[in-house]
């Protein structure tokens, strides 16, 4: 219980705060361009956001410690307001990797937005002190024009006191860049309450020909798994590879729907 009121603390001192950028101890999107870190490939000038940090603090009982043991975050609920929320992940932008970081000034060289694309109906981000708020598809935020790089959002859903939320819930993002300097990002989602399906990687409610398509573009790629959040759940088995077994997971769970 201390470890959820002192997350609970960290969300609200965090909230748009500037005076927590350099030591926020919350989870964090972060932006950045190159994702291979290699330059003269395809990806150069393509948007993409590092998900090393993304679910680490998933675990309710230790929610202070990096643990990375749920596909999903919880969220707390509020008596006060009558709704379930949280305050992280947060977008911020890549300043330690040069290889990866963005050229020039925002809103000036580039002006990044952060758009919902998909999200379960109930669900809501807002900054009420930035006046965001993202609950439909199309609902957009400029990024680049905020007076800090570092933003939270608040994750809310209402629910009447007692009720208790076992299926997962789920917004997906892009990054696109209005001045055209950079490519618009891959789509990339945020799960909270429950896991997904295994091999529902777009994280809809169901495992169809999105995900195996989805799984394909990602074949046999390989590496730790943290940073690309498991290639987006692609890598289903959390072994470092999307490969065999990860199909053979995906099959298993073959035209399977939650009852949302």
């Known amino acids: 219980m201390i470890q959820i009121r002192l997350a609970l603390i960290g969300c609200m001192c965090c909230f748009g705060c500037s ?8 989870d964090h999107y972060r932006i950045g361009c190159n994702a291979d870190g290699i330059a003269g490939t395809p990806d150069d000038d393509q948007l993409f956001v590092d998900c090393s940090q993304i679910y680490r603090h998933s675990d309710p009982l230790h929610s202070s410690d990096p643990t990375w043991l749920f596909w999903h ?3 707390y609920y509020s008596s006060l307001y009558s709704r379930y929320q949280i305050g992280e992940p947060g977008f911020d ?3 330690d990797d040069a290889a990866r970081q963005l050229v020039g000034a925002a809103n000036s060289d580039y002006c990044l937005w952060i758009e919902c694309v998909r999200v379960r109906t109930g669900l809501t981000a807002r900054n009420t002190g930035y006046g965001i708020t993202l609950q439909q598809p199309g609902d957009r935020f400029c990024h680049s024009t905020m007076p800090e790089s570092h933003i939270h ?20 993002y892009r990054i696109i860049d209005s001045l055209g300097r950079y490519e618009a990002s891959e789509e ?16 809809d409610g169901t495992v169809d020909g999105n995900d195996l398509m989805r799984l394909a573009d990602s074949w046999l790629a390989a590496g730790s798994g943290y940073e690309n959040d498991f290639y987006q759940r692609t890598d289903i088995n959390r072994d470092g ?13 073959w035209l ?3 009852n949302l």
């Open 188 to 203: 990339f989602t945020l799960v909270f309450f429950a896991d997904p399906l295994p091999g529902d990687v777009l994280v």
């Open 256 to 258: 399977m729907s939650l």
């Open 19 to 26: 005076l927590c950028i350099g030591d926020c101890p919350l």
């Open 73 to 75: 975050y919880p969220m």
């Open 93 to 95: 932008v890549i300043t």
């Open 241 to 253: 590879i999307v490969n065999l077994s990860d199909l053979a997971e995906l099959g298993r769970y």
């Open 153 to 172: 959002l608040q994750y809310r859903l209402s629910a009447p006191a007692g009720q208790t939320i076992s299926t997962p819930y789920w917004i997906t």
